[in-house]
């Protein structure tokens, strides 16, 4: 995770653009920021616990400096752990995203030669060993020497008080490198740099960057000079303004209607060549982390429902031990609204090199993963900004669902159902929609469990809903498929515990209502979320009949209710404790 943004070039304002960078970052990492500027033969240094939001810098004026905005890895929330960090003579400052895996033993080296830590992170070594690779050689190679000895996916930036020159390194972790004439910017992605140029240079893994009066590239592994190849960008980065919202999470939800009608109204040409792809390929593999890997397990339910074909669905985490089978003629479709997720850049990374075939569902333009993939589709979601992803899951499902139809030559179809969709989501928006929705908020706000059940394809709605209700409410929140409740789980049911039961008009209702009252004996409070009333539901939310777009349409209310209880419990639903937007790190 953590954002980092660097600057060096003409302008004496370096603190300041790098603070506005970092704020566009901020989605990788909030729990603390740091910059340090270039003041003379001295580097200043401004840090600061919270979030960047509407910091301010009180530093001086200079002409190069770094930030970062971090999400802790190695040691607590503190002032001493944010970045940038400092060698022992406070000459060397360097931000980190990523974990140095032997910094363990690093440290006690560095400890035996008489450094001194002031922090807990793993970060802190890697700016002491640059100071004792400096004793005997130049800046450069001091930052290469140093980056060649640690373990991990890291990617640095750093600067030296005695020269106007900034360096990076990189291997996993995405760095962008941006020129305006004279002026360089380096920045964990684009969104930092374009608001000052459109030109950029993606550094690659194993590559060494060096930014001052020129830029020289460098492979790390070797020292030998390599061709920058700037490209200019057309896309406009998009922003997004929370207008009447109370939060970002509130708007995106209220945005899926038009999300789900646009991709109906626009995404066929796409869907039918990506439907070509799969059927050429021999083994297709969805993967995907968190609710994206939920949205993949909806994708093997839809695929295997309506195209009657079996695309298999892994956790991407998972994937590298299970990549084995992989060959040329595999086919791999990521999904992904950043678009950096290591979890899922990691395992694509070794498919490509088995010779596989990646396709990428990204929200992002010129992420990593879009950059990655032999062929990207966009979410078209819009910039997604709280934490918990809504409207892109809505965009993903949507997709898939035109794709499982396309493979049958049917796309019209899906078409035509996720028109309609869009209009019960409108429904499922509307004031007495939301004035119930918010009543059984307020009935669960001081639940400590709520459990989530679904079969078949509201499997992965259930799972869906938990995380949504768990990450932004802090309620502990455990979505179950509703055959596998009585192997286990069930002992947990107690008096006035809830439940959530997906029950759509599908071969699956009759089942789920058994469910529902075998959890209703033990004492449970069933709310459930269906197209009829049961006797059954002691709270009843209603989802009109949406055939395999009920997928979409049921996520709707709980997304509502996530968002409600979040609020009711005075938590802060666009930005959850301990998360951030991007996971950049394992
Ligand atoms: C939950 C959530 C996360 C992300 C996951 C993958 O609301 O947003 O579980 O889905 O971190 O992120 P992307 O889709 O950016 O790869």
Redesign the pocket.
Known sequence: MCGIFGYVGKQNNAAQIVLEGLRLLEYRGYDSWGIAVKSGKKLMVNKQVGKIESAKTTLSASFLGIGHTRWATHGGVTENNAHPHLDCKQEIALVHNGIVENFVALKEELIIRGHSFNSETDTEVIVHLIEEYLKKEGFASSVRDSFNRLKGLNAIVVAYAVSRQIIACKTGSSLVVGQKNSDFYIASDALGITDHTKKLFFLKDGEMVILGEKLQLISIANGKKLKANFETIHWKQEDSKIGNFNHFMEKEIYEQPRVVRTIARTADQDIISLSRTIKRARGTFFI???????ACLAGTYLFSGIAKIHVNTAV?SEFNYLEDFLTKESLIIA???????I??LEPLNRAKGKGSRIVAL???LGSS?YRLADHSLILGAGVEKA????K??TAKLALLLMLAHAMNGEIKKAKKNLLETSKEIQRLLSAPSRKNIRKIALVLKSSEHIYTIGRGVSYPTAL?AA??IK?VSYIHTEGLAGGELKHGTLALVEKGTPCIVFAPNDDTYEAMISNAIEIKSRGGVIIGISTKKSSVFDYFIEVRDMGWARIIAQIIPAQLLAYYLAVERGCDPDKPRN?A???TVK
């Open positions: 995907g982390a968190g609710t994206a890997f939920h991407a999904l992904s609204q950043s678009g950096e997720t979890d899922v990204t929200n992002v993963l934490v918990a992803s809504t892109a899951y869906e995380l949504k990450e998360l937007k991007s996971v």
